[in-house]
C-alpha cells in the first residue's frame, strides 16, 4: 500500500486531497493545525500540530511515505492577503513551514514532495490588462508579485527547487489559481471571492443589492476543487517537476461572476461597487505547458462548479441562521 503525507489536511484543498488519495487506495496520514471544518477527515492518522514547530515536523516522519503533498499556508482571499496587516505573519509562518518540511523530508529519506504555489507569483506588471493578463510559466521573471504572499511562494519555489538539486528529492511544484467548490471557507475573513460572492447572494433577501470591490471589472479564472486534485495527482505520477499551472483558462470578469450567482439563486440583485481591495487587474492561467506535459485539462465547467458551490455554501447559511433562531 503506497502512503502520504498530507500538510494542510484540515484545509480546502487538503481535506479534499485526503479523500481522493484514500480513493486511490493509499494510507494517508494528515497534519495541521485545526480538522476539516465541514467534514470528517477520512485520513487514518490525523496530527493536530503546528508545521512551524522543527521538532514536531520531524517526529511525523517515525513512519516512512512514499509522497509528501504540503499545502500547509498562512493564506486567505484578499481581504486577508492584499491589504498589507498580515505581511509578516503571512511570510514568517509560510517559509517556516516550509523549511521545515523540506528538511524533515530529505532527512527521511522522502523520495517525492509536491508543493502548493501560486498564480501569485507572476508579475504584476503582466497583468494590467483585465482582457490579456499573461500568466505563462516563464513570465514570472523578472519577478514583481503584487504581494508578499506571492514572494513567499516565489521565493520557497526556488527553495523546493534547490533541495531537488542539491539533496536529490524529487520535487513538483504547481501554481494553483483560484480554486473553488464545496467546503471551502466562507465567512470569517479568509475567504476567497468565489465563496464570499456566494455567501452574499445566499445571504440576500431578493431585489437586494450585493457588495462588489472596486468596479467589478477585474477579471480572473476559477477552477473546480475536482479538477485541482486531479491535476496535483496527475503531476505527481509523472516526470515532470514544474513548476506548472493548475487552474482554468475561462476568464471572467468579478460583474459576471456575480451575475452567474444571480441566476443560479434565482433572486433578483443587484451589484453595488464599494472600495476594498482587489489584486491585480486581470488574471488567468495559461493551460498550454500542463497540456503538453500531461494531457489535462479542466473537466467541470464554471457554471457547473458555481452551481454545487452555490448550492452547498446556501445549506450552510441555511443551517446557521435556522439554528440562530433557535
Ligand atoms: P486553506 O487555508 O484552506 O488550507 C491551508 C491549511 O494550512 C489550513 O487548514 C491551515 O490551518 C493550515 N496551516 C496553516 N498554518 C499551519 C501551521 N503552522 N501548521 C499546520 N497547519 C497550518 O487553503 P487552501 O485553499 O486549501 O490552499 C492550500 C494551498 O494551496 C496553500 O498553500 C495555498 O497557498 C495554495 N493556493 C490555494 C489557492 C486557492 O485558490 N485555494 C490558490 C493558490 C494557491
Known amino acids: ?159 523546493y527547487f534547490s533541495f531537488m538539486r542539491n539533496y536529490n528529492i524529487d520535487v513538483k511544484v504547481a501554481r494553483f489559481h483560484n480554486v473553488f467548490g464545496p467546503e471551502g471557507t466562507f465567512d470569517g475573513g479568509k475567504e476567497k471571492v468565489p465563496a464570499a460572492m456566494a455567501r452574499k447572494v445566499a445571504e440576500a433577501d431578493d431585489f437586494g443589492r450585493i457588495e462588489v470591490w472596486g468596479d467589478g471589472n477585474q477579471t480572473r479564472s476559477f477552477l473546480y476543487i475536482d479538477d485541482c486534485i486531479e491535476a496535483v495527482y496527475k503531476l505527481v505520477q509523472s516526470d515532470f517537476n514544474g513548476p506548472v499551472n493548475i487552474g482554468s483558462d475561462q476568464l471572467i470578469s468579478i460583474n459576471d461572476l456575480a451575475k452567474s450567482y444571480f441566476d443560479i439563486s434565482g433572486k433578483k440583485l443587484k451589484i453595488k461597487h464599494i472600495e476594498g481591495p482587489q489584486g491585480v487587474r486581470g488574471r488567468n492561467s495559461d493551460n498550454n505547458l500542463i497540456f503538453e506535459k500531461l494531457k489535462w485539462q479542466p473537466q467541470v465547467s464554471l457554471e457547473r462548479g458555481l452551481t454545487k458551490t452555490y448550492e452547498w455554501i446556501n445549506e450552510q447559511v441555511r443551517g446557521s441562521s435556522s439554528e440562530k433562531k433557535r
Request: charged share 25%; proline share 4%; glycine share 8%.
Open 1 to 159: 500500500m503506497k502512503t502520504a503525507l498530507v500538510a494542510g489536511a484540515g484545509g480546502f484543498i487538503g481535506s479534499h486531497l485526503v479523500k481522493y488519495l484514500k480513493k486511490e487506495g493509499y494510507y494517508v496520514s494528515g497534519v495541521d493545525l485545526k480538522e476539516p471544518e465541514f467534514s470528517e477527515t477520512l485520513a487514518d492518522d490525523f496530527v493536530l500540530g503546528d508545521l512551524r514547530d522543527p521538532l514536531m515536523v520531524e517526529s511525523l516522519f517515525d513512519k516512512p511515505f512514499d509522497e509528501v503533498y504540503q499545502l500547509a499556508a498562512d493564506m486567505g482571499g484578499a481581504g486577508y492577503l492584499f491589504t498589507g496587516d498580515n505581511d509578516a505573519d503571512v511570510m514568517h509562518n509560510s517559509v517556516l513551514i516550509n523549511l521545515n518540511m523540506l528538511k524533515s523530508s530529505v532527512k527521511a529519506g522522502v523520495n517525492k514532495i509536491f508543493y502548493s504555489s501560486s498564480a501569485c507569483v507572476y508579475p504584476e506588471f503582466n497583468q494590467m490588462d483585465s482582457e490579456n493578463p499573461n500568466c505563462v510559466e516563464s513570465s514570472v521573471y523578472p519577478a514583481q508579485p503584487d504581494s508578499e504572499y506571492g514572494w513567499e511562494k516565489l521565493f520557497s519555489e526556488r527553495l
